[in-house]
Every structure is written in structure tokens, then in C-alpha cells.
Nanobody
Framework: QVHLVETGGGSAQVGESLSLSCAAS??????????MAWFRQGLGKEREGVAA????????YYADSEKGRFTISRDNAEKMLYLQINNLKPGDTATYYC?????????????????WGQGTQVAVSS
């Protein structure tokens, strides 16, 4: 079985930074070939794509507000995915999910992802 476990969420003040991590157990699948992504879901909102990184390490960010503040990265040897969030804003308050797509290009369409973590909560206060 495939398991994704997110850690690193918590409470922070506006302007601070948080680093999220996602550890994958892949049961023989080749993690390095997967598209890995971060999604988030705020209270009462739909889940939205935050960023993704493909097998080549290329990255894409799905909202203009995230460019420059969010950095996604991966460590294939350790089967880890990271999301660094700088200059936190109240709008960043959400549950952040790690997702994996075993085949196909990275996309912000959540239905195309095969595996999901349980989520980690981020709360930003002013």
C-alpha cells in the first residue's frame, strides 16, 4: 500500500514561515516517477491545488498569490515532499494535503491523483 503522511503544520503569525513535509511509503512503486503535489482546503472552501513537482523536479504553482511565497521541493532518495511557506497570510489558513499521481503530468485537478495524505492544518493569525 501507499501511504502519505504530512507533518509540519501548526499555528503561526502573519509574516512568519512554516515548512510542511510529506513522507511517502510506496510499496514498490517508483516514487521518483510520480507527480507530487500540495493541495489545501480552507474552512468552507473547495480544495485547491497549491503546487506540484514532476519526476524531473520541475515545479508549477497554481495561484499567483503563491508565487514567491511558496516553494515546493522533493527528495526522491528519501521519498519526501516539502512545502515552504513564507510571509504567511490569513488566507493561507487551511488543511494542507500531500497528493501523488503515479502516471501522467502534474495538474491541479485533484480527481487525477491516486493517493492522498490525511492533511496537516495551518492556522495563521494576525
Amino acid at each position: 500500500q501507499v501511504h502519505l503522511v504530512e507533518t509540519g503544520g501548526g499555528s503561526a503569525q502573519v509574516g512568519e514561515s512554516l515548512s510542511l513535509s510529506c513522507a511517502a511509503s510506496t510499496s514498490g512503486y517508483r516514487y521518483e516517477q510520480w507527480c507530487m503535489a500540495w493541495f489545501r482546503q480552507g474552512l468552507g472552501k473547495e480544495r485547491e491545488g497549491v503546487a506540484a513537482t514532476n519526476s524531473k523536479g520541475q515545479t508549477i504553482y497554481y495561484a499567483d498569490s503563491e508565487k514567491g511565497r511558496f516553494t515546493i521541493s522533493r527528495d526522491n532518495a528519501e521519498k519526501m515532499l516539502y512545502l515552504q511557506i513564507n510571509n504567511l497570510k490569513p488566507g493561507d489558513t487551511a488543511t494542507y494535503y500531500c497528493a501523488a499521481r503515479r502516471a501522467g503530468i502534474c495538474t491541479s485537478n485533484e480527481v487525477l491523483y491516486d493517493h492522498w495524505g490525511q492533511g496537516t492544518q495551518v492556522a495563521v493569525s494576525s
